[in-house]
């Protein structure tokens, strides 16, 4: 950065509200050169079941790498179970998909929906919005959307630049339930001033009724809450610090931005809060998001049974992580997360695992009471 953007990062950091700046995390890392980070009451693994259905949850995956191993490894691990690969936004860096640079943006979208087969549902994060400081346009997400329908087996919700929640049910059961994808874009919740294109007036509270009424009419099922956006997080969303100067820098950003989408920001908190106020009546089996680039599991306080973050998609954007009192896993490496779901001994099982690069096997399971 050149010395009078450094500057005035400087007296931003000054000037700005604590909030916006200082992080509120600090701890260490469990980058990829070392070994993922487990709670010390995990070991060992699930016991084998039938497994039924597979969702694949995989985010921040926008950038193109010629024979990326992660999407390389979608493929195998959808092969041989009727799955869904969730896509959890930023899929496509760092603009979304412009109309002056179509051929870049389609080649990395079109490398995502040819990693498999399998039924996928992207959601859209902030980078798919086209926030930058260049200026942001409405229908950039809306280029996204209709590129990516045009394939076969590919859903993107919510649609039309709505804040949802949108509700697919997937094809099959699992156990005798419906499998049910619940999917919110709560980008202009967190980001107030970005202009949308929705056909519909929307409000925070009418998004929280229509949630409430989903997750009411679904109580009974395997449940998966989607979003770009972690409710907790051990990463820079959640406020672990890159360092003074780093930080400090971040902080040109937030001005320029309105914010850097982190979970402390006001508006950030404002969704957080009154959005599990709602889930916690019928909480979710899962509630899943990337944003930060890392692979973490973390207890769900009573708003799901478990919060996924899973945005190490792209291997050039694996940043960093630290673990929480809530965190039951964490790694800065490059992978994804499976939730599986199906039968042991007649009774329903659920458990999640994670995937890191091309590996043929996980690295942490773990069970879902």
């Given at each position: 950065?050149?010395?009078?953007?450094?500057?005035?990062?400087?007296?931003?950091?000054?000037?700005?509200?604590?909030?916006?700046?200082?992080?509120?995390?600090?701890?260490?890392?469990?980058?990829?050169?070392?070994?993922?980070?487990?709670?010390?009451?995990?070991?060992?693994?699930?016991?084998?079941?039938?497994?039924?259905?597979?969702?694949?949850?995989?985010g921040?995956?926008?950038?193109?790498?010629?024979?990326?191993p992660?999407?390389?490894?979608?493929?195998?691990?959808?092969?041989?179970?009727?799955?869904t690969?969730?896509?959890?936004?930023?899929?496509?860096?760092?603009?979304?998909?412009?109309?002056?640079?179509?051929?870049?943006?389609?080649?990395?979208?079109?490398?995502?929906?040819?990693?498999?087969?399998?039924?996928r549902?992207?959601?859209?994060?902030?980078?798919?919005?086209?926030?930058?400081?260049?200026?942001?346009?409405?229908?950039?997400?809306?280029?996204?959307?209709?590129?990516?329908?045009?394939?076969?087996?590919?859903?993107?919700?919510?649609?039309?630049?709505?804040?949802?929640?949108a509700?697919?049910v997937?094809?099959?059961r699992?156990?005798g339930?419906?499998?049910?994808?619940?999917?919110?874009?709560?980008?202009?919740?967190?980001?107030?001033?970005?202009?949308?294109?929705?056909?519909?007036?929307?409000?925070?509270d009418?998004?929280?009724?229509?949630?409430?009424?989903?997750?009411?009419?679904?109580?009974?099922?395997?449940?998966?809450?989607?979003?770009?956006?972690?409710?907790?997080?051990?990463?820079?969303?959640?406020?672990?610090?890159?360092?003074?100067?780093?930080?400090?820098?971040?902080?040109?950003?937030?001005?320029?931005?309105g914010?850097?989408?982190?979970?402390?920001?006001?508006?950030?908190?404002?969704?957080?809060?009154?959005?599990?106020?709602?889930?916690?009546?019928?909480?979710?089996?899962?509630?899943?998001?990337?944003h930060?680039?890392?692979?973490?599991?973390?207890?769900?306080?009573?708003?799901?049974?478990?919060?996924?973050?899973?945005?190490?998609?792209?291997?050039?954007?694996?940043?960093?992580?630290?673990?929480?009192?809530?965190?039951?896993?964490?790694?800065?490496?490059?992978?994804?997360?499976?939730?599986?779901?199906?039968?042991?001994?007649?009774?329903?099982?659920?458990?999640?695992?994670?995937?890191?690069?091309?590996?043929?096997?996980?690295?942490?399971?773990?069970?879902?009471?």
């Open positions: 950065m050149k010395r009078p953007a450094l500057l005035l990062a400087l007296l931003l950091a000054a000037a700005l509200p604590t909030a916006c700046v200082q992080p509120r995390l600090d701890g260490p890392d469990h980058g990829a050169d070392g070994p993922p980070w487990i709670a010390q009451d995990l070991a060992g693994t699930v016991a084998p079941f039938e497994v039924e259905q597979r969702i694949v949850l995989i921040d995956a926008g950038l193109y790498l010629e024979d990326d992660v999407l390389a490894s979608l493929r195998t691990w959808t092969a041989d179970v009727p799955s690969v969730v896509f959890l936004g930023d899929n496509l860096y760092d603009e979304g998909l412009q109309p002056d640079d179509r051929d870049r943006g389609e080649k990395i979208l079109r490398q995502q929906v040819e990693a498999t087969d399998a039924l549902v992207f959601v859209p994060g902030n980078h798919d919005w086209g926030l930058s400081p260049n200026g942001q346009d409405p229908a950039v997400v809306g280029n996204q959307q209709a590129y990516l329908e045009g394939f076969e087996g590919v859903r993107f919700a919510p649609a039309q630049g709505c804040m949802g929640p509700e697919l997937l094809p099959g699992a156990a339930r419906a499998v049910v994808l619940v999917l919110a874009d709560p980008t202009k919740w967190i980001y107030p001033a970005l202009e949308t294109r929705c056909a519909r007036t929307e409000t925070h009418g998004f929280l009724a229509e949630l409430d009424g989903l997750l009411t009419r679904h109580a009974d099922d395997w449940v998966v809450m989607g979003s770009h956006y972690p409710m907790e997080t051990g990463g820079p969303h959640g406020g672990l610090s890159y360092g003074r100067i780093g930080d400090m820098v971040l902080a040109f950003y937030a001005w320029r931005y914010g850097l989408g982190n979970t402390y920001e006001p508006d950030y908190a404002d969704w957080i809060a009154r959005t599990t106020e709602v889930m916690r009546r019928h909480p979710p089996t899962l509630y899943a998001a990337g930060d680039h890392s692979l973490q599991i973390l207890d769900g306080h009573g708003y799901a049974r478990m919060e996924v973050v899973s945005g190490a998609g792209a291997v050039d954007r694996v940043s960093t992580v630290t673990d929480l009192p809530a965190s039951k896993f964490a790694h800065a490496a490059p992978g994804f997360v499976l939730l599986d779901l199906g039968l042991r001994d007649g009774e329903p099982v659920a458990a999640l695992r994670v995937v890191e690069g091309s590996a043929t096997a996980p690295v942490f399971e773990i069970g879902i009471d």
